[in-house]
């Protein structure tokens, strides 16, 4: 299925927790992103890895935090610092120098609510 | 800066009349565009890019550079077109691709 998982695909988060958000693939894609979706806003991306052990920032990374290491593996940690954490979270990744040709692969998202 | 406009946030378009969804860029090298759409409860997947001059269920764009745009088109709509529709940039390098706002289209029976 599309080879992007993403889970869960709804999460619950109570003020001052961290949690995190889950994103494996199976395409061997070097490349791995996070953005945020909220309406009106269209995708804004947070952080974004093109190697295994490296990762960028991307227009929107405070409060959150990432990690890669392992090439199928890029989960997003959305920390008690993010001031407005409930969006739609979504994954994607490209083969690295194919992504003008090819575009991204995304995953089917995760919902992140603050209760 | 990379930048992508869509100046829509919503357009409603009856069954069978043209649709013409807007995307301006900003962008000071060579480009290369895409569309996106998100069908309800469906994953983000990619419509057409610019570079292999695709016509997917019915829709095409063409890159005007002169206009900096790359405006999608479809001569009638279908109801099963309604959706979100993102129009996205990449530039040169490894840069990441950068989104509009979207628009929403929703096409009337």
């Known amino acids: 299925d599309g080879g992007i998982t993403q889970s869960p695909k709804y999460l619950f988060r109570k003020e001052g927790q961290n949690v995190t958000l889950s994103c494996e693939q199976n395409?061997?894609?070097?490349?791995m992103y996070w953005y945020r979706q909220d309406p009106g806003q269209g995708l804004r991306l947070i952080y974004y890895?093109?190697?295994?052990?490296?990762?960028q920032k991307g227009d929107i990374a405070e409060g959150y935090s990432v990690s890669r290491e392992k090439k199928e593996s890029f989960p997003l940690t959305v920390t008690s610092a993010q001031k407005n954490p409930t969006a739609f979270y979504l994954c994607?990744?490209?083969?690295?120098?194919?992504?003008?040709?090819?575009?991204?692969?995304f995953g089917s998202g995760t919902r992140l609510t603050v209760v | 800066a990379q930048r992508v406009t869509q100046p829509e946030k919503l357009l409603s378009v009856f069954k069978g009349a043209p649709v013409e969804l807007k995307c301006n860029y900003s962008?000071?090298?060579?480009?290369?565009l895409f569309w996106y759409v998100q069908y309800s409860r469906q994953r983000l997947q990619l419509l057409l890019r610019?570079?292999s001059r695709e016509s997917i269920k019915g829709f095409t764009a063409d890159l005007n550079k002169g206009e900096t745009s790359f405006h999608l088109k479809k001569p009638f709509a279908q109801e099963e077109d309604s959706a979100m529709y993102y129009c996205?940039?990449?530039?040169?390098?490894?840069?990441?691709?950068?989104f509009g706002k979207g628009t929403r289209l929703s096409v009337i029976a």
């Open positions: 994607a990744s490209s083969r690295l120098g194919g992504q003008r040709n090819y575009g991204y692969t």
């Open positions: 395409l061997n894609h070097d490349a």
């Open positions: 890895s093109q190697i295994v052990n490296d990762f």
């Open positions: 962008y000071s090298g060579s480009p290369e």
């Open positions: 610019h570079i």
């Open positions: 996205a940039l990449i530039g040169w390098g490894n840069t990441p691709l950068v």
